[in-house]
């Protein structure tokens, strides 16, 4: 931030250094108290700094002189140091040679965007998760005046537009919003799983299906394994969705034997300790059947 208002201050005193000699002076102050001073403040959306855009309303006091035989034009400028804002004109006395004013001033939104880049970074590089009030920052821009010579008036233009400027800078305090803390991410869990066969017996020559049934605590991939009693086994996936009442997902292999069988599975969860539940799958062919050796199981 030092770096930006520096920058700032720097090119407002180029302007005045750029300036012609002239014959007048200007000069402006902020008036601020305990209870009065300047203020931006930005919330925290969507993982930024976003300023509220609310306008500012302080005192000033401006003064100037000329010398003999030139005029104060009627309007005056206040140009923001910084992209985005828009100059601020108004009215000051001008049928006197020396003038003394002050008054209270509201910088619209439209002034003060030219500051929220550098306070929104400034929010970015200091907050944490309790709000973040910084009294110490300041804003700058530049007070601009014309004035003619008396015997041409400012609407014949002879003059070439003498005016005379004024670097100021504006206390301000800027108060950050607080980053929420992250809440860690709820880990997907399988709450039931359920292992059986459709239809519940299975018959010779029929086909089968061996179901696992997941039940999860939110959506998401869980990866399993099937074992077989033989130490045959196979991985698998599913992806939960969410169901009437929960989330849940059914994983099915298909059979068919003509020869009797006898045996018996489970299911593993990658990342999971789950009880052991072997379900026992048996086929009866009848007395004349023989042996049909164990399968593999594959992917």
């Known amino acids: ?35 009065s001073k300047p ?17 500012i309303t302080t005192g000033f006091r401006a003064r100037g002189s000329i010398d003999r035989g030139y005029e104060w034009d009627q309007y005056v400028t206040l140009a923001p140091n910084g992209k985005g804002g828009k100059p601020l004109s108004g009215r000051m006395p001008y049928k ?8 209270s001033i509201t910088f619209p939104a439209s002034f003060l965007a030219a500051y929220t880049a550098g306070f929104a970074k400034f929010c970015a590089r200091n ?23 008396r015997n041409e008036p400012p609407e014949v233009g002879g003059s070439g537009g003498l005016k005379v400027t004024k670097a100021v800078t504006m206390p301000m305090s800027v108060s950050c919003a607080a980053i929420p803390k992250r809440v860690p991410s709820e880990a997907l869990k399988v709450t039931e799983l359920k292992l059986y066969t459709s239809p519940a017996t299975p018959r010779c020559g029929k086909p089968f299906r061996l ?5 999860t605590n939110k959506p998401g991939k869980v990866n399993f394994t099937l074992h077989r009693h033989d130490g045959e086994r196979q991985n698998a996936s599913v992806e939960v969705g969410q169901v009437q009442g929960g989330f849940a997902k059914r994983w099915f292999k298909d059979y068919l034997y003509n020869k009797s069988i006898e045996r018996s599975y489970k299911v593993s969860v990658k990342g999971q300790e789950l009880p052991a539940q072997w379900v026992p799958v048996k086929v009866d ?4 059947d023989e042996q049909k050796p164990a399968d593999a199981l594959t992917d």
Request: glycine residues 6%.
């Open 211 to 215: 179901v696992a049934e997941f039940h």
């Open 39 to 55: 203020a931006m403040h930005f919330d925290y959306k969507d993982g930024k700094f976003v300023w509220d855009r609310k306008p």
């Open 96 to 103: 006197d040679r020396s003038f003394t004013h002050a008054d």
């Open 127 to 149: 907050a944490g998760p309790e709000k973040k009030v910084s009294h110490d920052l300041s804003a700058t821009f530049t007070f601009i005046r014309g004035y003619h010579p």
């Open 285 to 288: 062919c009848g007395a004349k």
């Open 1 to 35: 931030m030092s770096r930006i208002l520096t920058a700032l201050a720097a090119a407002a005193a180029g302007m005045i250094a750029a300036a012609p000699a002239h014959a007048a002076s200007l000069d402006f102050d902020i008036l601020t108290n305990q209870f």
